[in-house]
């Protein structure tokens, strides 16, 4: 299954401890997120991360391409909850972008435990 990983700047750490935390289930997927998340997981796991551009640079659209492509499996996109306003930021597009093409996406902790054991337990089967 194809995994994407993606965060903003203050949730990169909860994100790299994540995937340390579930590396024994991560190891036996693609993995894909933007470039400086990517780079960051890669460091802390020896997982190896496809990896597109930075958010700001155009990572966020390859990122999406790669979803309506129907590229991913599922995402897990840890955001700031305390941003001001996230009407069209990177979460709220690619939320809509899950939705459409119907990709589990997870934006805190609790859901993204829920998905990864999901995956597994061969719970996302239904995808392939």
Same mark, same amino acid.
């Given at each position: 299954?194809?995994?994407?990983?993606?965060?903003?700047?203050?949730k990169?750490?909860?994100?790299?401890?994540?995937?340390?935390?579930?590396?024994?289930?991560?190891?036996?997927h693609?993995?894909? *997120?933007?470039?400086?998340t990517?780079?960051? &997981?890669?460091?802390v %796991? @020896?997982?190896?991360?496809?990896?597109? #551009?930075?958010?700001?640079?155009?990572?966020?659209?390859?990122?999406?391409?790669?979803?309506?492509?129907?590229?991913?499996?599922?995402?897990?996109?840890?955001y700031?909850?305390?941003?001001?306003?996230?009407?069209?930021?990177?979460?709220?597009?690619? *939320?809509?972008?899950?939705?459409?093409?119907? &990709?589990?996406?997870? %934006? @805190?902790?609790?859901?993204?435990?829920? #998905?990864?054991?999901?995956?597994?337990?061969?719970?996302?089967?239904?995808?392939?």
């Open positions: 299954m194809n995994v994407g990983l993606i965060t903003h700047s203050e990169k750490t909860l994100l790299e401890d994540f995937c340390v935390a579930y590396k024994k289930i991560l190891e036996k693609q993995l894909y *997120a933007t470039g400086t990517g780079r960051r &997981i890669e460091e %796991t @020896n997982l190896k991360v496809h990896k597109f #551009l930075p958010g700001t640079l155009g990572g966020t659209k390859q990122f999406m391409d790669m979803i309506s492509r129907d590229g991913l499996d599922m995402v897990i996109f840890f700031n909850p305390a941003m001001v306003n996230l009407k069209e930021t990177s979460l709220d597009q690619i *939320a809509k972008c899950c939705d459409r093409y119907n &990709i589990p996406i997870a %934006t @805190n902790i609790a859901t993204a435990e829920s #998905l990864i054991l999901g995956l597994a337990h061969g719970d996302l089967e239904w995808r392939e």
